[in-house]
């Protein structure tokens, strides 16, 4: 075998932080995916179908983690062993195999939406002694992979997409030689990525933003919302999250917090998290976005801070759901005496 390459195609879910699956196993995720191999005219480039699971095994920043994934499936079309007409094939002895595959890589959030996948994938392939022969075949190479995740936010970190477009398109102005000049070709290729962006991305982006937040403006359920938070929570107890700023802005409330939505506070600095935590060790009640609670225990703390800390101080006294386009479980919590 000459060489090996592996194009894959996955579509994956996972559990969002406010259900117990989710707090639990923060960032595990599964689905389903394709991948094409190409190996050889003598193995052929067989297409395999399999399930995969993944999750984090530890995180090293707010943006970084250390991630494993396995797939399990079937590869096929493979070019099978024949005496007369294939007997280089020394390896696959049938046209379909099992696929097993196990990937350890470094997952880089770039954006909100985006990730960046590199790491190193091991590959098996075997018929199960169905056929002769059956000598199975190990792979073993470089990952590399873009994630995007359609729910995660609302916005793309531009700042980031916009680089790493302008390279991919230098990239193909370079492989096609759009122009004999570099500087041409560089220009060519950051025209392209402006012009992307402002005819595809921006209108899509904004499309989506949209149909999101439509829903969400809906005053009659903002109004009941509101309305509940007022006959459960006392006025100006300290709050946090994503949303709850708006709220107490409807009700007139001051939420003794001033920072970003908790979502984005995983790209804030370290003094804003201090203060937030600093909040928690001191105030008697706090009313918060569990959702957000539990991306702070994620992101900041060991990953079971609220269930092994935070709900040994606190035990929560009201609970508030709201579910109209996007989905909220906001709770009162009271401080143990």
Same mark, same amino acid.
Request: hydrophobic share 40%; charged share 20%; glycine share 6%.
């Given at each position: 075998?000459?060489?090996?390459?592996?194009?894959?195609?996955?579509?994956?879910?996972?559990?969002?932080?406010?259900?117990?699956?989710?707090?639990?196993?923060?960032?595990?995720?599964?689905?389903?995916?394709?991948?094409?191999?190409?190996?050889?005219?003598?193995?052929?480039?067989?297409?395999?179908?399999?399930?995969?699971?993944?999750?984090?095994?530890?995180?090293?920043?707010?943006?970084?983690?250390?991630?494993?994934?396995?797939?399990?499936?079937?590869?096929?079309?493979?070019?099978?062993?024949?005496?007369?007409?294939?007997?280089?094939?020394?390896?696959?002895?049938?046209?379909?195999?099992? =696929?097993?595959?196990?990937?350890?890589?470094?997952?880089?959030?770039?954006?909100?939406?985006?990730?960046?996948?590199?790491?190193?994938?091991?590959?098996?392939?075997?018929?199960?002694?169905?056929? =002769?022969?059956?000598?199975?075949?190990?792979?073993?190479?470089?990952?590399?992979?873009?994630?995007?995740?359609?729910?995660?936010?609302?916005?793309?970190?531009?700042?980031?997409?916009?680089?790493?477009?302008?390279?991919?398109?230098?990239?193909?102005?370079?492989?096609?030689?759009?122009?004999?000049?570099?500087?041409?070709?560089?220009?060519?290729?950051?025209?392209?990525?402006?012009?992307?962006?402002?005819?595809?991305?921006?209108?899509?982006?904004?499309?989506?933003?949209?149909?999101?937040?439509?829903?969400?403006?809906?005053?009659?359920?903002?109004?009941?919302?509101?309305?509940?938070?007022?006959?459960?929570?006392?006025?100006?107890?300290?709050?946090?999250?994503?949303?709850?700023?708006?709220?107490?802005?409807?009700?007139?409330?001051?939420?003794?917090?001033?920072?970003?939505?908790?979502?984005?506070?995983?790209?804030?600095?370290?003094?804003?998290?201090?203060?937030?935590?600093?909040?928690?060790?001191?105030?008697?009640?706090?009313?918060?976005?569990?959702?957000?609670?539990?991306?702070?225990?994620? =992101?900041?703390?060991?990953?079971?801070?609220?269930?092994?800390?935070?709900?040994?101080?606190?035990?929560?006294?009201?609970?508030?759901?709201?579910?109209?386009?996007?989905?909220?479980?906001?709770?009162?919590? &009271? &401080?143990?005496?």
């Amino acid at each position: 075998m000459n060489h090996d390459m592996t194009f894959t195609l996955k579509y994956a879910f996972m559990n969002r932080d406010e259900v117990r699956p989710g707090s639990i196993h923060h960032g595990a995720y599964q689905g389903v995916g394709v991948a094409r191999h190409e190996f050889n005219r003598w193995l052929s480039n067989p297409i395999s179908v399999f399930l995969f699971q993944g999750a984090p095994v530890v995180n090293l920043s707010r943006r970084l983690s250390l991630n494993y994934e396995w797939n399990l499936g079937m590869a096929f079309g493979w070019n099978a062993f024949d005496e007369e007409t294939n007997p280089e094939n020394k390896v696959i002895g049938s046209k379909i195999t099992a =696929y097993l595959d196990v990937d350890f890589y470094i997952r880089w959030m770039l954006s909100r939406h985006l990730d960046f996948n590199a790491g190193v994938s091991l590959s098996h392939f075997s018929n199960g002694n169905t056929a =002769y022969p059956n000598m199975g075949l190990n792979t073993g190479g470089i990952r590399l992979g873009l994630a995007y995740y359609v729910n995660r936010a609302s916005y793309l970190c531009l700042y980031i997409i916009m680089p790493v477009m302008g390279l991919l398109m230098g990239w193909l102005a370079e492989e096609n030689r759009i122009s004999e000049g570099a500087v041409h070709r560089t220009l060519f290729a950051w025209i392209t990525t402006v012009l992307i962006m402002m005819t595809i991305a921006f209108p899509v982006r904004l499309v989506i933003q949209q149909r999101a937040y439509r829903p969400q403006r809906n005053m009659e359920k903002v109004e009941q919302l509101a309305q509940k938070v007022k006959d459960v929570v006392p006025p100006d107890t300290i709050g946090f999250g994503e949303g709850v700023d708006e709220i107490y802005s409807y009700l007139g409330w001051n939420a003794n917090y001033f920072g970003m939505d908790l979502p984005d506070i995983i790209y804030s600095n370290e003094v804003c998290v201090d203060y937030i935590f600093e909040l928690i060790e001191t105030a008697d009640c706090i009313f918060v976005n569990d959702d957000s609670l539990n991306t702070l225990s994620y =992101y900041f703390r060991d990953n079971t801070w609220k269930e092994e800390v935070f709900m040994k101080e606190y035990t929560c006294i009201a609970d508030i759901y709201y579910d109209e386009g996007s989905k909220y479980n906001y709770r009162l919590y &009271k &401080k143990l005496k």
